[in-house]
């Protein structure tokens, strides 16, 4: 008894340790990323190679995905420390050293690109280890740090994921998944400022130009509600060319209804609380287009 007690102890720190390398992948978010590098694939032409290798491609893209998230705790810990939100992450609480999580990034970049180029082409490997290096280093060293439109201009990599998925599959750019790009492209201000409102103090403090600091509130606001509006006209685009049909837009129609009923209510008298509902919202609202544009694919 005393001796198994003695092992799960003994046991505990590398179960903490193992769960502060899965925090620093943000899970939760390479999902979402890699669910819509799912739909770009499932809806390229002519696919032909195995379930095996397309499932080999998605966990590409998604362990460098994770690379990325992990390079940004480290280049971002100073940060993460002065902000509530993020004070708790492992690198910034030390749990993790920079060297412990720049050789897990290593590791990871390496297997992801590895798979990549076996299961995918190397088209989409540079193209992902660009995406990489577009959030991680673009957008998180120098972006996030300078300018307001950080996220604006860093979105383009957490945006890329269907064109990659596409591109896997294809080995070719096409002109149809750089409308899904530009969904998500459209998609991440209003998905982040509404989070950015609620926490404007967090980035005050730490000295992250975000919009709500540098511009206040209700410009953020009417931000927000402008690209939920460009959004709405952008999901339109693949029902136009004839790319997804009646399932996707009336799905997209009701998404986007709620998304901008949301946006304008935020904008005529939302607090904090109304911010984070937004935010929340945003996330809900791309997992269930996505699922949407994949339905529609095959019915
Ligand atoms: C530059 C672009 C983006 C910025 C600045 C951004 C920012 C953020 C922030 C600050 C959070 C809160 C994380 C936390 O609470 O610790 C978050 C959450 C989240 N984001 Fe984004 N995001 C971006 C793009 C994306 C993209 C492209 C996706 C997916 C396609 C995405 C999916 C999510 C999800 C699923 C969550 C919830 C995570 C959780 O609950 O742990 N984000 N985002
Ligand atoms: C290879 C590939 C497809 C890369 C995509 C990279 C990726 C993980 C994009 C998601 C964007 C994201 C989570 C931003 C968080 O911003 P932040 O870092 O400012 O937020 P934080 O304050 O929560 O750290």
Redo the contacts with the bound molecule.
């Keep these: 008894m005393t001796t198994s007690i003695l092992i799960q102890a003994r046991q505990l720190p590398l179960l903490t340790k193992m769960a502060d390398y899965i925090a620093i992948c943000?899970a939760k978010?390479?999902l979402l990323?890699v669910l819509t590098?799912w739909v770009g694939l499932a809806l390229a032409p002519d696919m032909s190679r195995s379930i095996w290798l397309q499932l080999a491609s998605l966990a590409g893209?998604g362990v460098?995905?994770?690379?990325?998230?992990a390079i940004?705790?480290v280049v971002?810990r100073e940060?993460?420390r002065q902000?509530a939100?993020?004070r708790h992450?492992p690198v910034a609480m030390e749990r993790l050293s920079t060297k412990q999580a720049l050789w897990f990034a290593a590791l990871m970049t390496v297997c992801?690109t590895t798979l990549l180029i076996f299961a995918a082409n190397l088209l989409c490997a540079m193209l992902?280890?660009a995406?990489?290096v577009?959030?991680?280093v673009v957008?998180?060293s120098f972006l996030?740090r300078r300018t307001p439109q950080?996220?604006v201009i860093?979105?383009l990599?957490?945006a890329?994921?269907p064109l990659?998925g596409w591109v896997s599959e294809t080995g070719a750019l096409a002109a149809e998944p750089w409308l899904l790009v530009m969904i998500v492209f459209t998609w991440?201000p209003p998905h982040?400022w509404a989070l950015a409102i609620a926490r404007r103090q967090d980035y005050a403090r730490a000295n992250?130009p975000m919009l709500p600091v540098t511009h206040g509130v209700e410009f953020t606001k009417l931000c927000i509600l402008i690209y939920t509006i460009i959004l709405t006209l952008v999901c339109v685009l693949p029902y136009l060319i004839g790319m997804s049909g009646w399932v996707y837009l009336a799905s997209a129609c009701v998404l986007n209804g709620m998304f901008l009923q949301k946006a304008v209510e935020l904008w005529r008298r939302g607090n904090d609380q109304m911010a984070m509902r937004v935010f929340r919202f945003s996330i809900l609202h791309l997992l269930l287009l996505f699922v949407a544009l994949f339905i529609d694919r095959w019915v």
């Design positions: 943000k978010v390479v990323l590098a893209i460098l995905a994770a690379a990325a998230a940004n705790h971002d940060i993460d902000m939100r993020t992450r992801g992902t280890l995406s990489l577009g959030y991680a957008y998180t996030k950080n996220i860093g979105g990599a957490g890329m994921p990659l991440t982040f992250v």
